[in-house]
């Protein structure tokens, strides 16, 4: 009755154009369905709760638009310091960052603005899109920049402080086994380098070796096949 409730609530209050109606909507059936659960309800009679708690997910990461960009300032460092570098980059709000361009400044506009922001801060804007993931949509998520300007460090981080990689990594396994007495899962993942223009795997061995003879590496990438509840990764193949 409870999750009845607080369908009817959504399907009548919610406000499919205003993302925080929508994320509050979610919330609400995501509790509910939680308490469902550990109350012993069946899931045949939560799978319409479900089915509407990925619809509004999905909606509301449709409304914050299918490309999103983020800005990460990184602050100079000492050496940059010493030889006299200036900062260019001056975050204005939480979305526009100006840049001085010789004697007149530009403002550019992003979904996100971090200066630098924690790592935690960095992936909290991206953690809904592993669900999105799980839901049958595809997900990219990459660094731009030049060289230095700190992608290693907001992809993979450091021991006790991962960045985005590997905050990733484990949501997405998470999120697999909080669902795996309904769904099964199986992650693959594979490694690849674009090197001059050649793509190398970086998981097989005589790619590398071929690719270090200045030979044309294999292009079809090595995957690791792990389903969610066996707790190791292997090979596959």
């Known amino acids: 009755e409870a999750v009845a409730a607080v369908m009817q609530e959504t399907a009548s209050t919610v406000d499919r154009t205003s993302l925080e109606s929508i994320r509050a909507g979610k919330f609400r059936l995501v509790e509910v369905i939680k308490r469902a659960r550990s109350a012993g309800v069946a899931e045949l009679q939560l799978k319409a709760a ?7 997910h999905n ?11 983020f800005c990460r300032i990184r602050p100079l460092i000492a050496r940059e310091r010493s030889l006299g570098d200036t900062q260019v980059a001056t975050p204005v709000d939480a ?3 100006a840049v001085q361009l010789g004697r007149h400044t530009e403002h550019f506009s992003f979904d996100a603005v971090f200066v630098p922001g924690s790592q935690e801060e960095v992936f909290e804007d991206c ?9 049958g949509y595809n997900v990219t998520l990459f660094a731009y920049g030049q060289t230095g300007a700190g992608k290693t460090f907001t992809m993979y981080g450091t021991p006790g ?3 985005t990689a590997p905050r990733t990594i484990e949501e997405l396994y998470s999120c697999a086994g909080r669902d795996s007495d309904r769904y099964d899962h199986v992650i693959s993942a594979s490694m690849m380098e ?5 793509l190398v795997d970086l998981v ?10 200045n030979s044309t590496p294999r292009r079809r990438a090595s995957t690791f096949t792990s389903p969610t509840g066996s707790g190791g990764v292997s090979p596959a193949g």
């Open 161 to 163: 402080d991962e960045g």
């Open 127 to 135: 953690r809904h899109l592993v669900q999105s993931v799980l839901d």
């Open 50 to 56: 479900d089915a509407e708690r990925k619809k509004l």
């Open 95 to 97: 979305t526009t960052v």
């Open 59 to 69: 909606l509301e990461e449709d409304l914050k638009g299918s490309i999103r960009v």
């Open 194 to 198: 674009l090197y001059r223009n050649e």
């Open 204 to 213: 097989n061995p005589r790619a590398l070796a071929a690719s270090s003879t």
